[in-house]
């Protein structure tokens, strides 16, 4: 079993939609839940992080950690053609190594 | 624009040369990452500094070979490339707080390295 678990997609949304990311991950000891954002041809650009459990929240974005479900969530509000990117979660215990979801592939259609 | 640097960002080069990818944060990070990215994958772990020591060496083949100088820069020497080392190189760095975790990672836009 992976570590993380992350629907590839493609997903294709009209813009201003509500768009839901989602992953799920096996470790309990994990503490920090990261989002980032790449771009094609970029690097990942990291987009919000919680520590532990609980809700984020920056202008579009929040992010939800469900810690007993092991279960992570990002919602973008009001879906811009400019969040056409791809999405990865990635996740850690505080330890040199980050665990990566394989990324979901979003579309925003004007 | 990234607070990590990388140069250069398209590096063309034969199986039979030797190169070097430079990183460059200066955040005040004190563990620096080297990840090795395929079109459509997750960034793959290759090297972790902290405290400008090498802490992890993700069996990476011996034609990579990276280089801490200081806390600010990361090397990554490059020889005898195989084709298939083609992908995209990208370089993290992150805080380590008082308590020796290390903090979310902030990356770089990557070196495209192609080897004919």
């Known amino acids: 079993q992976k570590e993380v678990e992350q629907d590839p997609g493609p997903l294709s949304v009209p813009e201003g939609a509500i768009v839901s990311l989602n992953c799920t991950y096996s470790?309990?000891?994990?503490?920090?839940f990261m989002w980032y954002r790449q771009y094609s041809r970029k690097g990942p650009e990291l987009l919000m992080y919680?520590?532990?459990?609980g809700n984020k929240e920056d202008g579009r974005f929040t992010a939800q950690v469900d810690k007993s479900s092991k279960y992570i969530s990002l919602f973008i509000r009001d879906s811009q053609p400019s969040d056409s990117a791809t999405y990865l979660c990635?996740?850690?215990?505080?330890?040199?190594?980050?665990?990566f979801g394989t990324g979901t592939s979003l579309t925003v259609i004007p | 624009d990234t607070e990590v640097t990388q140069t250069p960002k398209h590096l063309v080069m034969g199986m039979t040369n030797k190169k070097s990818l430079k990183c460059e944060q200066h955040?005040?990070?004190?563990?620096m990452y080297w990840y090795k990215q395929k079109a459509k994958k997750p960034p793959e772990l290759m090297f972790v500094?902290?405290?400008?020591?090498?802490?992890i060496n993700e069996s990476v083949p011996s034609r990579f070979s990276p280089e801490c100088p200081n806390s600010s820069l990361l090397n990554l020497h490059l020889h005898a490339l195989q084709p298939e080392d083609s992908a995209l190189y990208l370089c993290?760095?992150?805080?380590?707080?008082?308590?020796?975790?290390?903090?979310?990672?902030?990356f770089g836009d990557g070196t495209r390295l192609s080897i004919l």
């Open positions: 470790n309990s000891a994990f503490q920090y």
């Open positions: 955040m005040g990070h004190r563990a």
């Open positions: 500094y902290s405290y400008e020591k090498l802490s």
């Open positions: 993290a760095s992150s805080q380590v707080d008082l308590g020796f975790r290390n903090q979310p990672q902030h």
């Open positions: 990635a996740m850690s215990g505080g330890g040199n190594q980050f665990y």
């Open positions: 919680t520590y532990s459990s």
